[in-house]
């Protein structure tokens, strides 16, 4: 082989190698990246059916029932405009309150319940996640032009 040949060769391998190791890399990020959903793009069929993603608001409150497992907490998600049936099994974070800022990571069944692998709840008075607070924010603007109209 020539000269010209052997480096042509060992370009072409390395943009391949560089190539694969980019597909790698992007396939691993998109298996890990999880969407944020209020209860409202919930309602309207915009979140993913099969696929893991949070949902945030508000614990309405009354809503928080525990089974007789002691495990086991079924509890709605709200924003205010719609409302999501959350079941969770797990230990709940000492701060979740109804009446409090909730994120809740997992799936949607087939029959709307939303099954959460994960919650978080808000860790002091004044914060609330950014995407919970804007999805609050555009259901109360959303609610005043159904009044106003």
Excluded: W
Excluded at 54 to 74: A, W, Y
Excluded at 88 to 105: C, H, M, N, R, S
Excluded at 126 to 136: H, R, T
Aim: charged residues 20%; positive net charge; hydrophobic residues 45%.
């Amino acid at each position: 082989m020539k000269p010209r040949h052997k480096k042509l060769t060992i370009i072409i391998m390395s943009v391949a190698a560089l190539g694969l190791s980019a597909k790698l890399v992007l396939d691993v990020f998109q298996s890990n990246l999880v969407f944020f959903f209020s209860p409202t793009q919930v309602a309207a069929n915009e979140a993913p059916r099969g696929k893991s993603f949070r949902i945030g608001g508000l614990v309405e409150k009354g809503s928080v029932k525990r089974q007789s497992d002691g495990i086991t907490v079924n509890f709605v998600v709200t924003d205010t405009a719609k409302f999501i049936p959350v079941v969770y099994t797990g230990i709940l974070p000492d701060l979740f309150k109804e009446g409090k800022g909730v994120v809740a990571q997992g799936k949607l069944s087939a029959d709307g319940v939303f099954l959460a692998d994960e919650v978080l709840a808000k860790h002091d008075e004044n914060y609330m996640p950014p995407e919970v607070a804007n999805a609050l924010e555009q259901a109360s603007k959303a609610q005043k032009t159904v009044v106003t109209k």
